[in-house]
């Protein structure tokens, strides 16, 4: 059974930069057809994609986050990244790696981890 | 490109059916069959529950379906019970290889 693990820090200073990792296990990141994502979901609030990334390089981003947002995978550590740069209060939220599907669908969730901006 | 729209709240009585919408436009809901559900218990990790507009991923109960009209998808969830009570959200693929998230149904079983 496919595990996602997501790790970093619980609170990143304003104008620096939020990375996380998320920790794959149970399965394959190189299946034909399947991508690594990420997630938010600001407290009390809705889910908003942040991008999703291949294992062959290919990566795509939510454009409401304006070029800040870079998603790397990393086969060989079964794991995949997060950097958030330049974050405000405006970027506090649980954070989600998925496992996307071929149809764009999310099929396997990690926990969630809760990052806190400081106003 | 905006949120997908979806009613805020919805409502139903045990063993009775609800659906809940998901309005987009011609570029994200009408454009494509790659629309999806997810369940989102408090405190807890969205969970799968329909995928390419009306297949359930293994596990998921019959009771859920999906389908979609123009550029409006629907959740039904037929024969409600109390584990049902969550938010709803639905997702569709867009334009440009952007994924838009509706802002989510809070369903309560009365």
């Known amino acids: 059974q496919l595990q996602l693990q997501e790790s970093g820090p619980g609170l990143v200073k304003p104008s620096e930069t939020l990375s996380l990792t998320c920790i794959v296990s149970?399965?394959?990141?190189?299946?034909?057809?399947?991508?690594w994502g990420w997630i938010r979901q600001p407290p009390g609030k809705g889910l908003e994609w942040i991008g999703t990334?291949?294992?062959?390089?290919?990566?795509y981003y939510n454009p409401s986050l304006k070029g800040r947002v870079t998603i790397s995978v990393d086969t060989s550590k079964t794991q995949f990244s997060l950097n958030l740069s330049s974050v405000t209060a405006a970027d506090t939220a649980v954070y989600y790696c998925?496992?996307?599907?071929?149809?764009?669908?999310?099929?396997?969730w990690g926990q969630g981890t809760l990052v806190t901006v400081p106003s | 490109q905006s949120a997908l729209t979806q009613p805020p709240s919805a409502s139903g009585s045990p063993g009775q059916s609800v659906t809940i919408s998901c309005t987009g436009t011609?570029?994200?809901?009408?454009?494509?069959?790659?629309v999806s559900w997810y369940q989102q218990h408090p405190g807890k990790a969205p969970k799968f529950m329909i995928f390419?507009?009306?297949k359930r991923p293994s596990g998921v109960p019959d009771r859920f379906s999906g389908s979609k009209s123009g550029n409006t998808a629907s959740l039904t969830v037929s024969g409600l019970q109390a584990e049902d009570e969550a938010d709803y959200y639905c997702?569709?693929?867009?334009?440009?290889?952007?994924?838009?998230f509706g802002g989510g149904t809070k369903l309560t079983v009365l």
């Open positions: 390419e507009v009306t």
């Open positions: 990334a291949s294992y062959s390089g290919s990566a």
């Open positions: 011609s570029s994200d809901v009408g454009g494509y069959d790659y």
């Open positions: 149970g399965g394959s990141m190189n299946t034909r057809g399947y991508s």
């Open positions: 997702t569709s693929y867009a334009d440009s290889n952007t994924i838009l």
């Open positions: 998925v496992r996307q599907g071929p149809s764009r669908y999310f099929g396997y």
